[in-house]
Nanobody
Framework: EVQLQASGGGLVQAGGSLRLSCATS????????INWIRQAPGKEREAVSC????????HYADSVMGRFTIASDFAKNTVYLQMDNLKPEDTAVYYC??????????????????WGKGTLVTVSS
């Protein structure tokens, strides 16, 4: 059974940092791209970042470029999203999702193979 477990959310002031983790099990970690997708209240889902474990490709949304960093730990089958200089507009539920292959410029959110439960990030002003 494939499982993705997102954790690390919380309440932080603007300008602060959080690190999210996506622990995976039951899949061939090296074959999958792990995506972070967020959804703010009343808004559509937004693809935030992606890392492709097969070829190392990384993608960031323009809204987080330069502030967020994604990385994979192959020993732990876990992907991290380091979020720095957080802004109130980063407030959302963050989900990790896995799809076979690489990252693409336009993320097929509805086409993700596996999803984890979300973790809430709240950034106060």
């Amino acid at each position: 059974e494939v499982q993705l477990q997102a954790s690390g959310g919380g309440l932080v002031q603007a300008g602060g940092s959080l690190r999210l983790s996506c622990a995976t099990s039951g899949l061939r970690f090296g074959d999958y791209a792990i995506n972070w997708i967020r959804q703010a209240p009343g808004k559509e889902r937004e693809a935030v970042s992606c890392i492709a474990n097969a070829d190392g490709r990384i993608h960031y949304a323009d809204s987080v470029m330069g502030r967020f960093t994604i990385a994979s730990d192959f020993a732990k089958n876990t992907v991290y999203l380091q979020m720095d200089n957080l802004k109130p507009e980063d407030t959302a539920v963050y989900y990790c999702a896995a799809d076979w292959g690489t990252c693409t410029v336009v993320t097929d959110i509805d086409g993700m193979a596996y999803w984890g439960k979300g973790t809430l990030v709240t950034v106060s002003s």
